[in-house]
């Protein structure tokens, strides 16, 4: 049996190596993460021209928005090959060497995806805390609807940019000396 020093159990996706296919995965994620950004916006401005009772979008609504966009930012400016390098070298978790930088990928990694859990996590807290406990009806209802559609959106733009981002092109070199 073979043994490995890997993270997880699988090695990783292997995805058909297409252009066409990142392209679409980056027009999608750039679709999604329009639609959850205007899902927001569109909350704001209907709670300050239109709506008529007296509960309004305010800092505490856009709080997990910038979570999950500061959590998708991180998330795809990690380079799947830093998250991969399984040197067995034994330098520690913060000293030198090569899997130094693994280590230090995968928990700014961690972070990223914790800001986006977060956010989509603070978004249903919202939610519940602000609009359904205190038993609003469904136009003021929409405003925190809104606001987990968008940070869903976001999630889902995040994963969506992810893969197309590490699909490799079947015509790419590694010119590594």
């Not at 280590?103 to 800001?115: D, E, K, M, N, P």
């Not at 959106?153 to 197309?164: K, Q, R, Y």
């Amino acid at each position: 049996m073979e043994q490995r020093n890997s993270l997880f159990r699988f090695s990783g996706l292997n995805l058909p190596k297409s252009q066409k296919l990142r392209s679409i995965g980056v027009y999608l994620s750039g679709i999604l993460f329009a639609v959850g950004f205007w899902s927001m916006v569109d909350a704001a401005i209907y709670s300050k021209t239109v709506n008529a009772s007296i509960v309004h979008v305010t800092f505490v609504d856009w709080i997990p928005f910038i979570c999950s966009t500061l959590g998708m930012i991180i998330v795809n400016s990690i380079e799947k090959s830093h998250l991969l390098n399984d040197n067995n070298n034994n330098s520690s978790f913060l000293g030198g060497g090569s899997n130094s930088t693994t280590w230090q990928a995968r928990v700014i990694l961690f972070f990223g995806f914790s800001l986006l859990a977060g956010g989509l996590a603070g978004s249903f807290m919202v939610f519940i805390i602000k609009f359904l406990l205190k038993h609003y009806t469904f136009p003021t209802l929409g405003m925190g609807v809104s606001n987990i559609i968008c940070n869903g959106c976001i999630m889902l733009s995040c994963i969506t940019l992810w893969l197309s981002q590490n699909i490799e092109d079947e015509y790419s070199y590694s010119l590594a000396l």
